[in-house]
């Protein structure tokens, strides 16, 4: 029953996968050194995007950490936060970069953009995106004596930022989610390893994950979703909406996910669901939010763009 239910959430999302394998444009900087109007010998590339930030997702942390700044920084006064997708943003910051246009993205790492672009954050003075975060595994209450194998191999799930991005940046490259994670998994036995031990192989107790359709989190589930099918589990993962994500492992129609940011941006999931599911830690570190812009762009600061007139 419920994997229907859940099912039904995820087409309910409306979201969409899309990841884009743009080519780099020219780094000789000759179209750059032009864009934007000239301010006191500084680039303005305000009004060439149109006062806007490519954003991502309604609700998702990002977002409404980049709205929060329209209202904290004066050089963002007048500025919009256009919401759409994670692979539309992607799609619009490679579509920019391939004729080395001024954009303005809400970004996050680990991401395959930052490895496949030249890109930087803008120097965020005022703190509103806060400081380094971390991607927390949360599974529901009852998970481990209900399914104590499962349980303890997402609770020893652990990896790094650059595992995440070589699996993204297979993906935004073209292979399949399923095949990317695949390969990840055979290159990486050792590690692997070291999340299974102590565990025992299952005949086919199935097992549900939730997960954002964020190409950090398509990376992180599809591995986690491979592993537990090599153990036996019979896996099944869902594409939600950041709330619904949360609220589907609180009331017991998924069973966990490994794709929980905290402490910023899931912060408000955190708060409603937070006593209602369990947290078992982090599964990556020096993960971060904030606005990104490619290099050729000559602005270092969140405070160097100028307010809408």
């Known amino acids: 029953m419920f994997k229907l239910n859940l099912k039904h959430l995820g087409l309910a999302a409306g979201l969409s996968f899309t990841l884009v394998a743009a080519g780099c444009g020219s780094d000789d900087g000759s179209d750059s050194d032009n864009a934007g109007s000239d301010n006191g010998g500084e680039a303005n590339y305000s009004?060439?995007?149109?006062?806007?930030?490519?954003?991502?997702?309604?609700?998702?942390?990002?977002?409404?950490?980049?709205?929060?700044?329209?209202?904290?920084?004066?050089?963002?006064?007048?500025?919009?936060?256009?919401?759409?997708?994670?692979?539309?943003?992607?799609?619009?910051?490679?579509?920019?970069?391939?004729?080395?246009?001024?954009?303005?993205?809400?970004?996050?790492?680990?991401h395959w953009k930052f490895a496949k672009y030249d890109l930087k954050y803008l120097e965020d003075p005022e703190g509103v995106f806060g400081e380094a975060e971390e991607i927390k595994t949360m599974v529901r209450q009852g998970l481990e004596n209900e399914k104590p194998n499962a349980y303890k191999i997402l609770d020893q799930f652990n990896w790094e930022p650059a595992d995440m991005e070589e699996v993204m940046l297979e993906i935004s490259n073209g292979t399949?989610?399923?095949?990317?994670?695949?390969?990840?998994?055979?290159?990486?036995?050792?590690?692997?390893?070291?999340?299974?031990?102590?565990?025992?192989?299952?005949?086919?107790?199935?097992?549900?994950?939730?997960?954002?359709?964020?190409?950090?989190?398509?990376?992180?589930?599809?591995?986690?979703?491979?592993?537990?099918?090599?153990?036996?589990?019979?896996?099944?993962?869902?594409?939600?909406?950041?709330?619904?994500?949360?609220?589907?492992?609180?009331?017991g129609d998924a069973d966990g996910m490994v794709a929980a940011w905290l402490p910023a941006t899931h912060g408000a999931q955190f708060e409603e669901y937070g006593d209602q599911v369990e947290d078992l830690g982090a599964n990556l570190e020096g993960a971060k939010i904030g606005l990104v812009v490619p290099e050729y762009m000559d602005v270092d600061s969140i405070e160097d763009l100028q307010p809408a007139e």
């Open 176 to 251: 399949t989610p399923e095949d990317a994670a695949a390969t990840w998994v055979e290159d990486n036995a050792e590690k692997v390893a070291e999340w299974t031990e102590g565990t025992e192989e299952v005949d086919g107790e199935s097992i549900e994950l939730a997960y954002v359709e964020w190409d950090s989190e398509v990376a992180s589930t599809n591995v986690m979703k491979k592993v537990l099918e090599d153990q036996g589990f019979d896996v099944t993962i869902t594409p939600l909406d950041n709330a619904v994500m949360w609220q589907a492992v609180a009331n």
């Open 47 to 110: 009004e060439e995007v149109d006062y806007t930030i490519t954003g991502i997702e309604p609700g998702a942390g990002v977002v409404q950490a980049a709205e929060n700044a329209t209202e904290s920084y004066e050089s963002l006064a007048g500025w919009e936060v256009e919401t759409s997708s994670s692979g539309a943003m992607a799609t619009a910051l490679g579509e920019a970069y391939d004729n080395e246009e001024p954009i303005v993205v809400t970004g996050w790492t680990p």
